[in-house]
């Protein structure tokens, strides 16, 4: 079909990127399986009402961002933008405090949003995530940020910071709102139409505005963590003490908000230098009242999420490459097809990635195609190898070859491969 190429803002991900993808997950899967948090595959549609409660009317990505449709049912449904919401709207739908607190819950998947699409940001793009549903302890906060940390370290990826901030909650939030109004006010007509707006619907927001004609009104403006009411205020330090016990270095972003409605408390990102105007690797924080803004009792909840891509993009910037799957392709001479089927089905049962040609062309031929495929080595049957049960493994990469007999083959590939 020619003409017809993916939407703005998707992308195919092709072999062998598959594979490095495969790999990355696996870590993902891995560090969940060690933490003890299990995974959860929730619809890629919902009821758009869910973001609409859960992520907030106002904010950019529901007001603008989200891939609303109606079906053929007249219900209005989402392409989720991101996974927290359908998360708890899941544990509270299937009753999952039945199975113990905090249920601790990951994800893998394809989100989906209306950006204007640039290096790092996509209209699809995939998310790691994880979530802690029914715990209100600091300790849970800084297992999240620890994944996080876990997940980049493991990955290679060492060039972030940790960015931490605390906006309080349904009781303190209220005081600072007011402040943050008050500061803001004599300056209206100087900020942009974005925060002018904001500042009536949902002032918060102005604090993270990216707009230069902004940033002085917006740095001498009050912050949340400094107006926390007690319990916030205790929270937030047992927070930051954890995050010394563990050893990881933090800032403290005083305008740090996050652009989702549901946070409370603690909220984080994890920010790299290399990744440029969408510095942001991961972001979370605490959501306490999420679930009950989606009609379920009061119930705690704290996680993150962070963008494959954007990890796929440092690496690539750090000269990191996952380790490719080493692959044998076997050349025979024709009269020996057999033997090479034989060799085959012995080595994929052995689980040695193997595959040759049904074409019984020349030896320089399935080389050449073994080459062009990205093989790692090539096993080569020839008339006089046969004739001394021997055969010869070549690296297609370094063109260096060994001869093998057949009965060590399988022991041989098995350290390399
Ligand atoms: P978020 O910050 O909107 O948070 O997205 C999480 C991560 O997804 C970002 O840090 C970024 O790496 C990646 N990301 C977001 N939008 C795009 C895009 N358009 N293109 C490429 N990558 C993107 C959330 O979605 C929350 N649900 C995180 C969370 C989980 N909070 C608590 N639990």
């Known amino acids: 079909m020619s003409g017809i190429s993916t939407p703005r803002g998707t992308q195919d991900i092709l072999p062998p990127e598959t594979e490095a993808w495969q790999y990355l997950e696996g870590i993902i899967r891995e560090i969940a399986r060690k933490f003890c948090y299990e995974e959860i595959r929730t619809p890629i549609i919902e ?23 109606e079906d053929k049912g007249g219900r209005s449904l989402t392409l989720r933008p991101e996974g927290t919401a359908p998360v708890a709207r899941a544990f509270l739908q299937h009753n999952l405090q039945e199975r113990g607190l905090p249920q601790k819950l990951f994800y893998i998947g394809p989100m989906f949003r209306y950006e204007r699409p640039q290096a790092g940001r996509y209209r699809q793009h995939h998310q790691f995530g994880f979530e802690a549903l029914g715990g209100s302890e600091p300790g849970l906060d800084v297992e999240v940020i620890s994944i996080a940390i876990t997940i980049f370290k493991s990955l290679g990826i060492s060039t972030f910071k940790i960015l931490l901030n605390s906006i309080g909650c349904s009781k303190c939030r209220p005081k600072f709102l007011l402040a943050l109004k008050d500061h803001l006010r004599p300056s209206l007509p100087d900020l942009c139409p974005d925060c002018q707006r904001r500042l009536e619907i949902n002032p918060m927001r102005a604090l993270d505005c990216k707009n230069p004609t902004c940033q002085p009104f917006l740095d001498a403006a009050p912050s949340p963590s400094q107006m926390l009411c007690a319990e916030c205020k205790e929270h937030f330090e047992e927070v930051q003490s954890l995050l010394r016990f563990y050893n990881f270095d933090f800032e403290i972003s005083p305008r740090l908000v996050r652009g989702l409605d549901y946070y409370t408390r603690t909220v984080f990102e994890v920010v790299s230098p290399e990744l440029g105007a969408q510095n942001s690797l991961c972001g979370g924080g605490r959501y306490d009242g999420l679930i009950e803004a989606i009609g379920g009792p009061p119930t705690p909840g704290v996680g993150f999420a962070g963008g494959i891509e954007r990890a796929f993009l440092i ?61 790692y080595g090539a096993l080569i049957l020839g008339e006089e190898e046969a004739k001394s049960g021997t055969l010869i493994l070549k690296l297609l990469s370094t063109g260096e070859q060994k001869t093998l007999r057949v009965p060590d083959l399988l022991e041989t590939l098995k350290h390399i491969a």
């Open 47 to 69: 009821h758009s009402e869910l973001f609409q409660r859960g992520v907030g009317k106002e904010t950019d990505i529901v007001s603008k961002e989200m891939y609303t449709f």
């Open 315 to 375: 690496l690539k910037s750090a000269g990191i490459s996952m380790p490719p799957l080493k692959k044998f392709f076997i050349v025979y001479q024709e009269r020996l097809f057999e033997e090479a089927l034989k060799i085959m089905k012995d080595l994929r049962q052995a689980g040695i990635p193997t595959e040759m040609s049904f074409e019984r062309k020349s030896l320089s031929w399935q080389l050449k195609t073994a080459d062009k495929k990205g093989f």
